[in-house]
């Protein structure tokens, strides 16, 4: 099957993102529902994402680079279906993982042990299911010792452990990865790209979020170099990795 056969699994079409964001200081609550009823509130239109298209086939792993505040993030939120696009659209096709915030699905005052059924229950697994698959989890986090303490008391790295042994314990067709695995240490890191390789060996398609252009080459055949909220360049991902490191060494 060629590459033009493959299934698409994510088509992002003329995709633009809008937030609003406040261009007066509002002190308080009061004060801001008092301007609210008023309609004296003032917004500044700022584009996060601007006319973005391209489409991800089965199985290809697509690495999202560019600076801070460029838009990555941004872009990974629509496609997990957390940010609707304002102008555009996007048709995801498959179950979807996504590790996009450090801490999304967990409740910090719960124990490790706790929050993986909770995590579990938000990925939509049932109790059942997460029994099945505890130990699993625990053995890749490498949190056996700390299954009891409260996830509150855990360090990033560890809360980064959990979250990413959970959304991986069974393959899902699309899993959606930004920059939390930079918290971990360099064992662990290694340990998370061993998974996402083996599971794209195993049909996975894989959108992933990095600073890091080496893990990017390594990891991912596509790449996307989002600047400034507009599409740069979209290609192999080796060539759009080699043509973003020369631009940021002539700035």
């Known amino acids: 099957m060629n590459m033009d056969e493959k299934k698409i699994m994510i088509d992002v079409d003329h995709v633009t993102i809008r937030f ?39 199985g290809e792993a697509w690495g999202l680079i560019g600076t801070n505040g460029s838009g990555k993030s941004t872009m990974l939120k629509a496609m997990s279906g957390i940010l609707k696009p304002y102008q555009g659209s996007i048709k995801v096709n498959g179950s979807v993982a996504p590790l996009i915030e450090l801490g999304a699905g967990f409740d910090p005052e719960l124990s490790a042990r706790e929050n993986i059924f909770l995590n579990g229950c938000v990925l939509g697994h049932s109790e059942k299911f997460m029994q099945e698959h505890f130990e699993e989890i625990v053995e890749f986090a490498e949190l056996e010792k700390f299954l009891d303490s409260p996830l509150k ?10 979250g990413f042994s959970v959304a991986t314990m069974v393959k899902p067709d699309i899993l959606i990865v930004d920059e939390i695995l930079a918290v971990g240490d360099y064992k662990f890191r290694k340990k998370c790209e061993k998974r996402m390789t083996e599971m794209l060996s195993g049909g996975t398609t894989l959108l992933y979020v990095s600073h890091s252009i080496d893990e990017v080459k390594r990891l991912c055949d596509h790449a996307l170099w989002i600047d400034k909220g507009e599409a740069k360049m979209i290609g192999e991902a080796k060539t759009v990795c080699d043509a973003y490191m020369a631009e940021m060494k002539k700035s």
Not at 31 to 38: A, D, F, N, S, T
Not at 153 to 162: D, T, V
Request: no cysteine.
């Open 20 to 58: 609003n964001l406040a261009s007066q200081k509002v002190d308080n609550i009061k004060e801001y529902l008092i301007k609210l009823v008023k309609r004296e509130l003032m917004f500044q239109e700022f584009l996060a994402v601007k006319d973005v298209s391209f489409q991800v086939r089965a």
């Open 153 to 162: 008391n855990f360090s990033s790295g560890m809360r980064a452990r959990l």
